[in-house]
């Protein structure tokens, strides 16, 4: 699946959500989220319109390397 172009910090906040991932707290424009699923793991999401491409990939990664699967089944899930 090709990675979104247009995703911004928000929606995929809100997508993240589908992982377990909560707020836990915001300082300027970057927002912590953590989840307790499979383990404790936190992140760091800019609150930016859109998202860089590379930051997203990169956060993506991440959620896919704590839940031992691929991006493309992490954007498979949240989209």
Avoid: C, W
Wanted: aromatic content about 4%.
């Amino acid at each position: 699946m090709k990675t979104p172009r247009d995703l911004s910090g928000e929606e995929l906040i809100k997508a993240l959500g589908k992982f377990g991932y909560t707020k836990v707290r915001q300082t300027g424009s970057h927002v912590q989220l953590m989840t307790k699923e499979k383990g404790e793991h936190h992140i760091s999401i800019p609150n930016h319109s859109p998202l860089r491409i590379g930051t997203l990939n990169k956060i993506l990664s991440l959620v896919a390397d704590h839940f031992a699967t691929t991006k493309n089944e992490v954007l498979q899930r949240i989209m």
